[in-house]
């Protein structure tokens, strides 16, 4: 079955520290990737996705994350932080085929300390 | 534009009862999808509806939960014989069409007592 793992649940970090959160999937075939993003009272929110082409996409907000195929990873950058990054990350894929559902990690706890 | 909206933005119901969760997806999305986000945990795909259809409905935890689209827009997810269990928040998400991003309502949060 198909599974993403996002292995860091709480993440503290003070401002302007570099951030990486990990995302790992199990699934043999083509994906599709995304990281999506939830401030606090509010709704998903697209951050970056990755269909096909450059592995290295660049998001919003100064978000970067690097799709490495032999390593099942699509690994969510940002070299220095903010307060108002403080949000909670989720990974999620979908095979590049059929109804295009999506896989989502547990998600990531991120408190950016001022 | 308008986003994808949900409603009620938060339900309480006691057990056993019916409940009915509403959403209205984006403009012109054909494609639409319900997932459910328990406590902890990230969200969890339960139905897909391409147009009218529900093309994929394999996410449906049993036979209490049901989902209809009748005119290819607003979607309604139906629980019957609500269960302490079913207390989550459920997302609707809808995309232009099938294989492209999906952009999510505020979910609503369903309270089971």
């Known amino acids: ?15 302007a520290a570099s951030l990486e959160l990990g995302c790992n999937y199990s699934y043999g075939g083509t994906v599709n990737l ?21 592995p290295l996409v660049k998001g919003i907000k100064g978000f970067e994350a690097e799709f490495i195929k032999s390593k099942f990873s699509f690994n969510l950058r940002k070299p220095s932080v903010q ?5 909670e990350y989720f990974c999620a894929v979908t095979p590049a085929s059929g109804t295009y559902k999506y896989i989502f990690g547990t998600g990531t706890r991120l408190k950016v300390l001022a | 534009g308008a986003g994808v909206s949900q409603t009620p933005s938060n339900k309480v119901t ?24 328990s406590l902890g945990q990230g969200p969890e795909f339960l139905i897909y509806f391409q147009g009218t259809g529900a093309a994929d409905d394999s996410g449906l935890p049993n036979d209490r939960f049901f989902a209809v689209r009748p005119e290819g827009s ?7 014989r609500t269960e302490r269990g ?9 995309s232009p069409g099938v294989g492209e991003t999906q952009y999510f309502g505020p979910g609503t949060r369903l309270l089971v007592l």
């Not at chain 2, 607003?74 to 019957?80: D, E, G, M, P, R």
């Open chain 1, 34 to 54: 995304f990281w999506y993003v939830q401030y606090p009272g509010q709704h998903l929110q697209l951050l970056l996705k990755y269909f096909s082409g450059d």
């Open chain 1, 83 to 87: 307060w108002s990054d403080t949000a």
């Open chain 2, 74 to 80: 607003v979607s309604t997810l139906k629980i019957q």
């Open chain 2, 86 to 94: 079913d207390s989550a928040v459920y997302l609707c998400a809808s």
């Open chain 2, 14 to 37: 006691e057990k056993g009862k019916y409940v009915e969760l509403r959403c209205d997806p984006i403009s012109g999305h054909t494609a639409l999808y319900w997932y459910r986000q």
């Open chain 1, 1 to 15: 079955a198909q599974s993403v793992s996002q292995h860091n649940h709480h993440v503290i970090l003070s401002e």
